[in-house]
């Protein structure tokens, strides 16, 4: 069975820099089109950025995050990353990661991102 187990969040203010990281244990983390998403208090869960495989895929960024947001991965290490510069408060959510192709339904425990002066 695969987990992913996101780490790297905090409390931080606006303007500064986080760098999150998720952990896949398995070995399909090759071929997983990963994805980074994120849920803000009182609202659903959304897609943020996605990162392709080895296999195919695109790389996807939300329109709130472009230019902001970088999404990267080391397959060595079966980790994917999370470079988020210049937050903003609206970035406060927990962030989740999860392959978009493998019909993983389930979720991790996620690393929570506070953004606050």
């Known amino acids: 069975q695969v987990q992913f187990v996101e780490s790297g969040g905090g409390l931080v203010q606006p303007g500064e820099s986080l760098r999150l990281s998720c952990a896949a244990s398995?070995?399909?983390?090759?071929?997983?089109?990963m994805g980074w998403y994120r849920q803000p208090p009182g609202k659903q869960r959304e897609l943020v950025a996605q990162?392709?495989?080895?296999?195919?895929?695109?790389?996807y960024y939300a329109d709130s995050v472009k230019g902001r947001f970088t999404i990267s991965r080391d397959n060595a290490k079966n980790t994917l990353y999370l470079q988020m510069n210049n937050l903003k408060p609206e970035d406060t959510a927990v962030y989740y990661c999860?392959?978009?192709?493998?019909?993983?339904?389930?979720w991790g425990q996620g690393t929570q991102v506070t953004v606050s002066s």
């Open positions: 990162s392709p495989s080895t296999s195919g895929g695109s790389t």
């Open positions: 999860r392959p978009l192709n493998l019909g993983i339904s389930s």
């Open positions: 398995g070995s399909i983390f090759r071929i997983a089109v």
